[in-house]
């Protein structure tokens, strides 16, 4: 006799799935950014665009719903990772560019984790996803990226240990530090960014690597220390985040790494309801609030 369906856990991944995307393009909409694709302008990538990066999230969208009725039908975890390469393909055949390849794949190993985790406790999900990504980099073939060229020249852990270690940087960091600013607070946008700042000083992000170097990587969470004071003082970090936005511009430095746990925590905290989906979307950003000019 077949295992009858478990609803409420189909339901549960159909929404985490949602939410993720959602969470991309939340993240996508948090304005300031330095550095990155905002409402604003598109940071240190003039390859990019706000419509382009809708348009990814759509991609990743598709990938997410497909992963999910891969799980639900039982398939094993190579056809998932078939539909990661797939969508990342898609990546570049239709928008150019390899934006949020990262999201992908972090997104996507996090859903399956949920599906195949003992519980819903939030531990026994980042065992099972630590498990799953040791799994995966001990079978997949290694291809000449910017972040394997990167992990390799710093000898850095990037992507493939926040996952081995069941993302240290989105459970132990950036959620923590969104509550914990919700409660000093009351508003999601100075907890949106005090979670970016924190994140600016935890996550060894390649892309800064990759652009700056280890200077810019030390830049990088010098910033995101001098964010966090000023917002947690009550000193003017709409103009600081002016002035990184330029600076990191000039400098072509930007944070992919920071900017996939951003959305990622987004996306857990719309799967849990303690925000809703766009938000962020409907708010004029910070800066324009503060009345600061951007030249």
Same mark, same amino acid.
């Given at each position: 006799?077949?295992?009858?369906?478990?609803?409420?856990?189909?339901?549960?991944?159909?929404?985490?799935?949602?939410?993720?995307?959602?969470?991309?393009?939340?993240?996508?909409?948090?304005?300031?950014?330095?550095?990155?694709?905002?409402?604003?302008?598109?940071?240190?990538?003039?390859?990019?665009?706000?419509?382009?990066?809708?348009?990814?999230?759509?991609?990743?969208?598709?990938?997410?719903?497909?992963?999910?009725?891969?799980?639900?039908?039982?398939?094993?975890? /190579?056809?998932?990772?078939? !539909? @990661?390469?797939? #969508?990342?393909?898609?990546?570049?055949? &239709?928008?150019? $560019?390899?934006? *949020?390849?990262?999201?992908?794949?972090?997104?996507?190993?996090?859903?399956?984790?949920?599906?195949?985790?003992?519980?819903?406790?939030?531990?026994?999900?980042?065992?099972?996803?630590?498990?799953?990504?040791?799994?995966?980099?001990?079978?997949?073939?290694?291809?000449?990226?910017?972040?394997?060229?990167?992990?390799?020249?710093?000898?850095?852990?990037?992507?493939?240990?926040?996952?081995?270690?069941?993302?240290?940087?989105?459970?132990?960091?950036?959620?923590?530090?969104?509550?914990?600013?919700?409660?000093?607070?009351?508003? /999601?946008?100075?907890?949106? !960014? @005090?979670?970016? #700042?924190?994140?600016?000083?935890?996550? &060894?992000?390649? $892309?800064?690597? *990759?652009?700056?170097?280890?200077?810019?990587?030390?830049?990088?969470?010098?910033?995101?220390?001098?964010?966090?004071?000023?917002?947690?003082?009550?000193?003017?970090?709409?103009?600081?985040?002016?002035?990184?936005?330029?600076?990191?511009?000039?400098?072509?430095?930007?944070?992919?790494?920071?900017?996939?746990?951003?959305?990622?925590?987004?996306?857990?905290?719309?799967?849990?309801?303690?925000?809703?989906?766009?938000?962020?979307?409907?708010?004029?950003?910070?800066?324009?609030?503060?009345?600061?000019?951007?030249?």
């Amino acid at each position: 006799m077949s295992k009858p369906m478990n609803y409420s856990r189909i339901s549960a991944l159909e929404s985490l799935a949602t939410a993720l995307a959602q969470g991309a393009r939340r993240e996508l909409y948090l304005t300031p950014k330095p550095g990155l694709v905002d409402q604003r302008n598109s940071g240190s990538h003039p390859d990019l665009s706000l419509a382009l990066m809708e348009a990814s999230i759509d991609i990743v969208a598709s990938f997410l719903t497909a992963t999910v009725r891969s799980l639900v039908v039982g398939e094993p975890f /190579e056809c998932q990772k078939q !539909l @990661a390469i797939v #969508a990342e393909q898609r990546l570049y055949d &239709e928008l150019g $560019t390899n934006t *949020h390849k990262g999201f992908i794949f972090l997104s996507g190993m996090l859903l399956i984790a949920q599906w195949h985790a003992d519980s819903d406790e939030e531990s026994s999900i980042r065992e099972t996803l630590a498990q799953l990504a040791i799994r995966f980099f001990r079978t997949a073939q290694v291809l000449p990226s910017n972040g394997q060229r990167v992990r390799e020249k710093y000898d850095a852990k990037g992507i493939v240990g926040e996952t081995a270690l069941g993302l240290p940087s989105l459970f132990e960091v950036a959620l923590p530090a969104f509550r914990a600013a919700m409660r000093r607070f009351g508003d /999601e946008e100075i907890a949106a !960014l @005090a979670m970016m #700042a924190r994140l600016m000083q935890t996550v &060894e992000d390649t $892309t800064t690597l *990759h652009r700056a170097g280890v200077l810019g990587l030390h830049r990088l969470k010098k910033d995101g220390n001098r964010l966090e004071r000023l917002i947690a003082d009550g000193g003017d970090y709409a103009t600081f985040l002016n002035e990184l936005d330029h600076d990191y511009i000039r400098m072509r430095m930007t944070m992919g790494g920071v900017a996939d746990m951003i959305g990622m925590a987004f996306g857990c905290l719309i799967a849990a309801g303690e925000i809703e989906a766009s938000n962020v979307c409907a708010k004029i950003d910070v800066c324009v609030q503060a009345k600061v000019l951007v030249g």
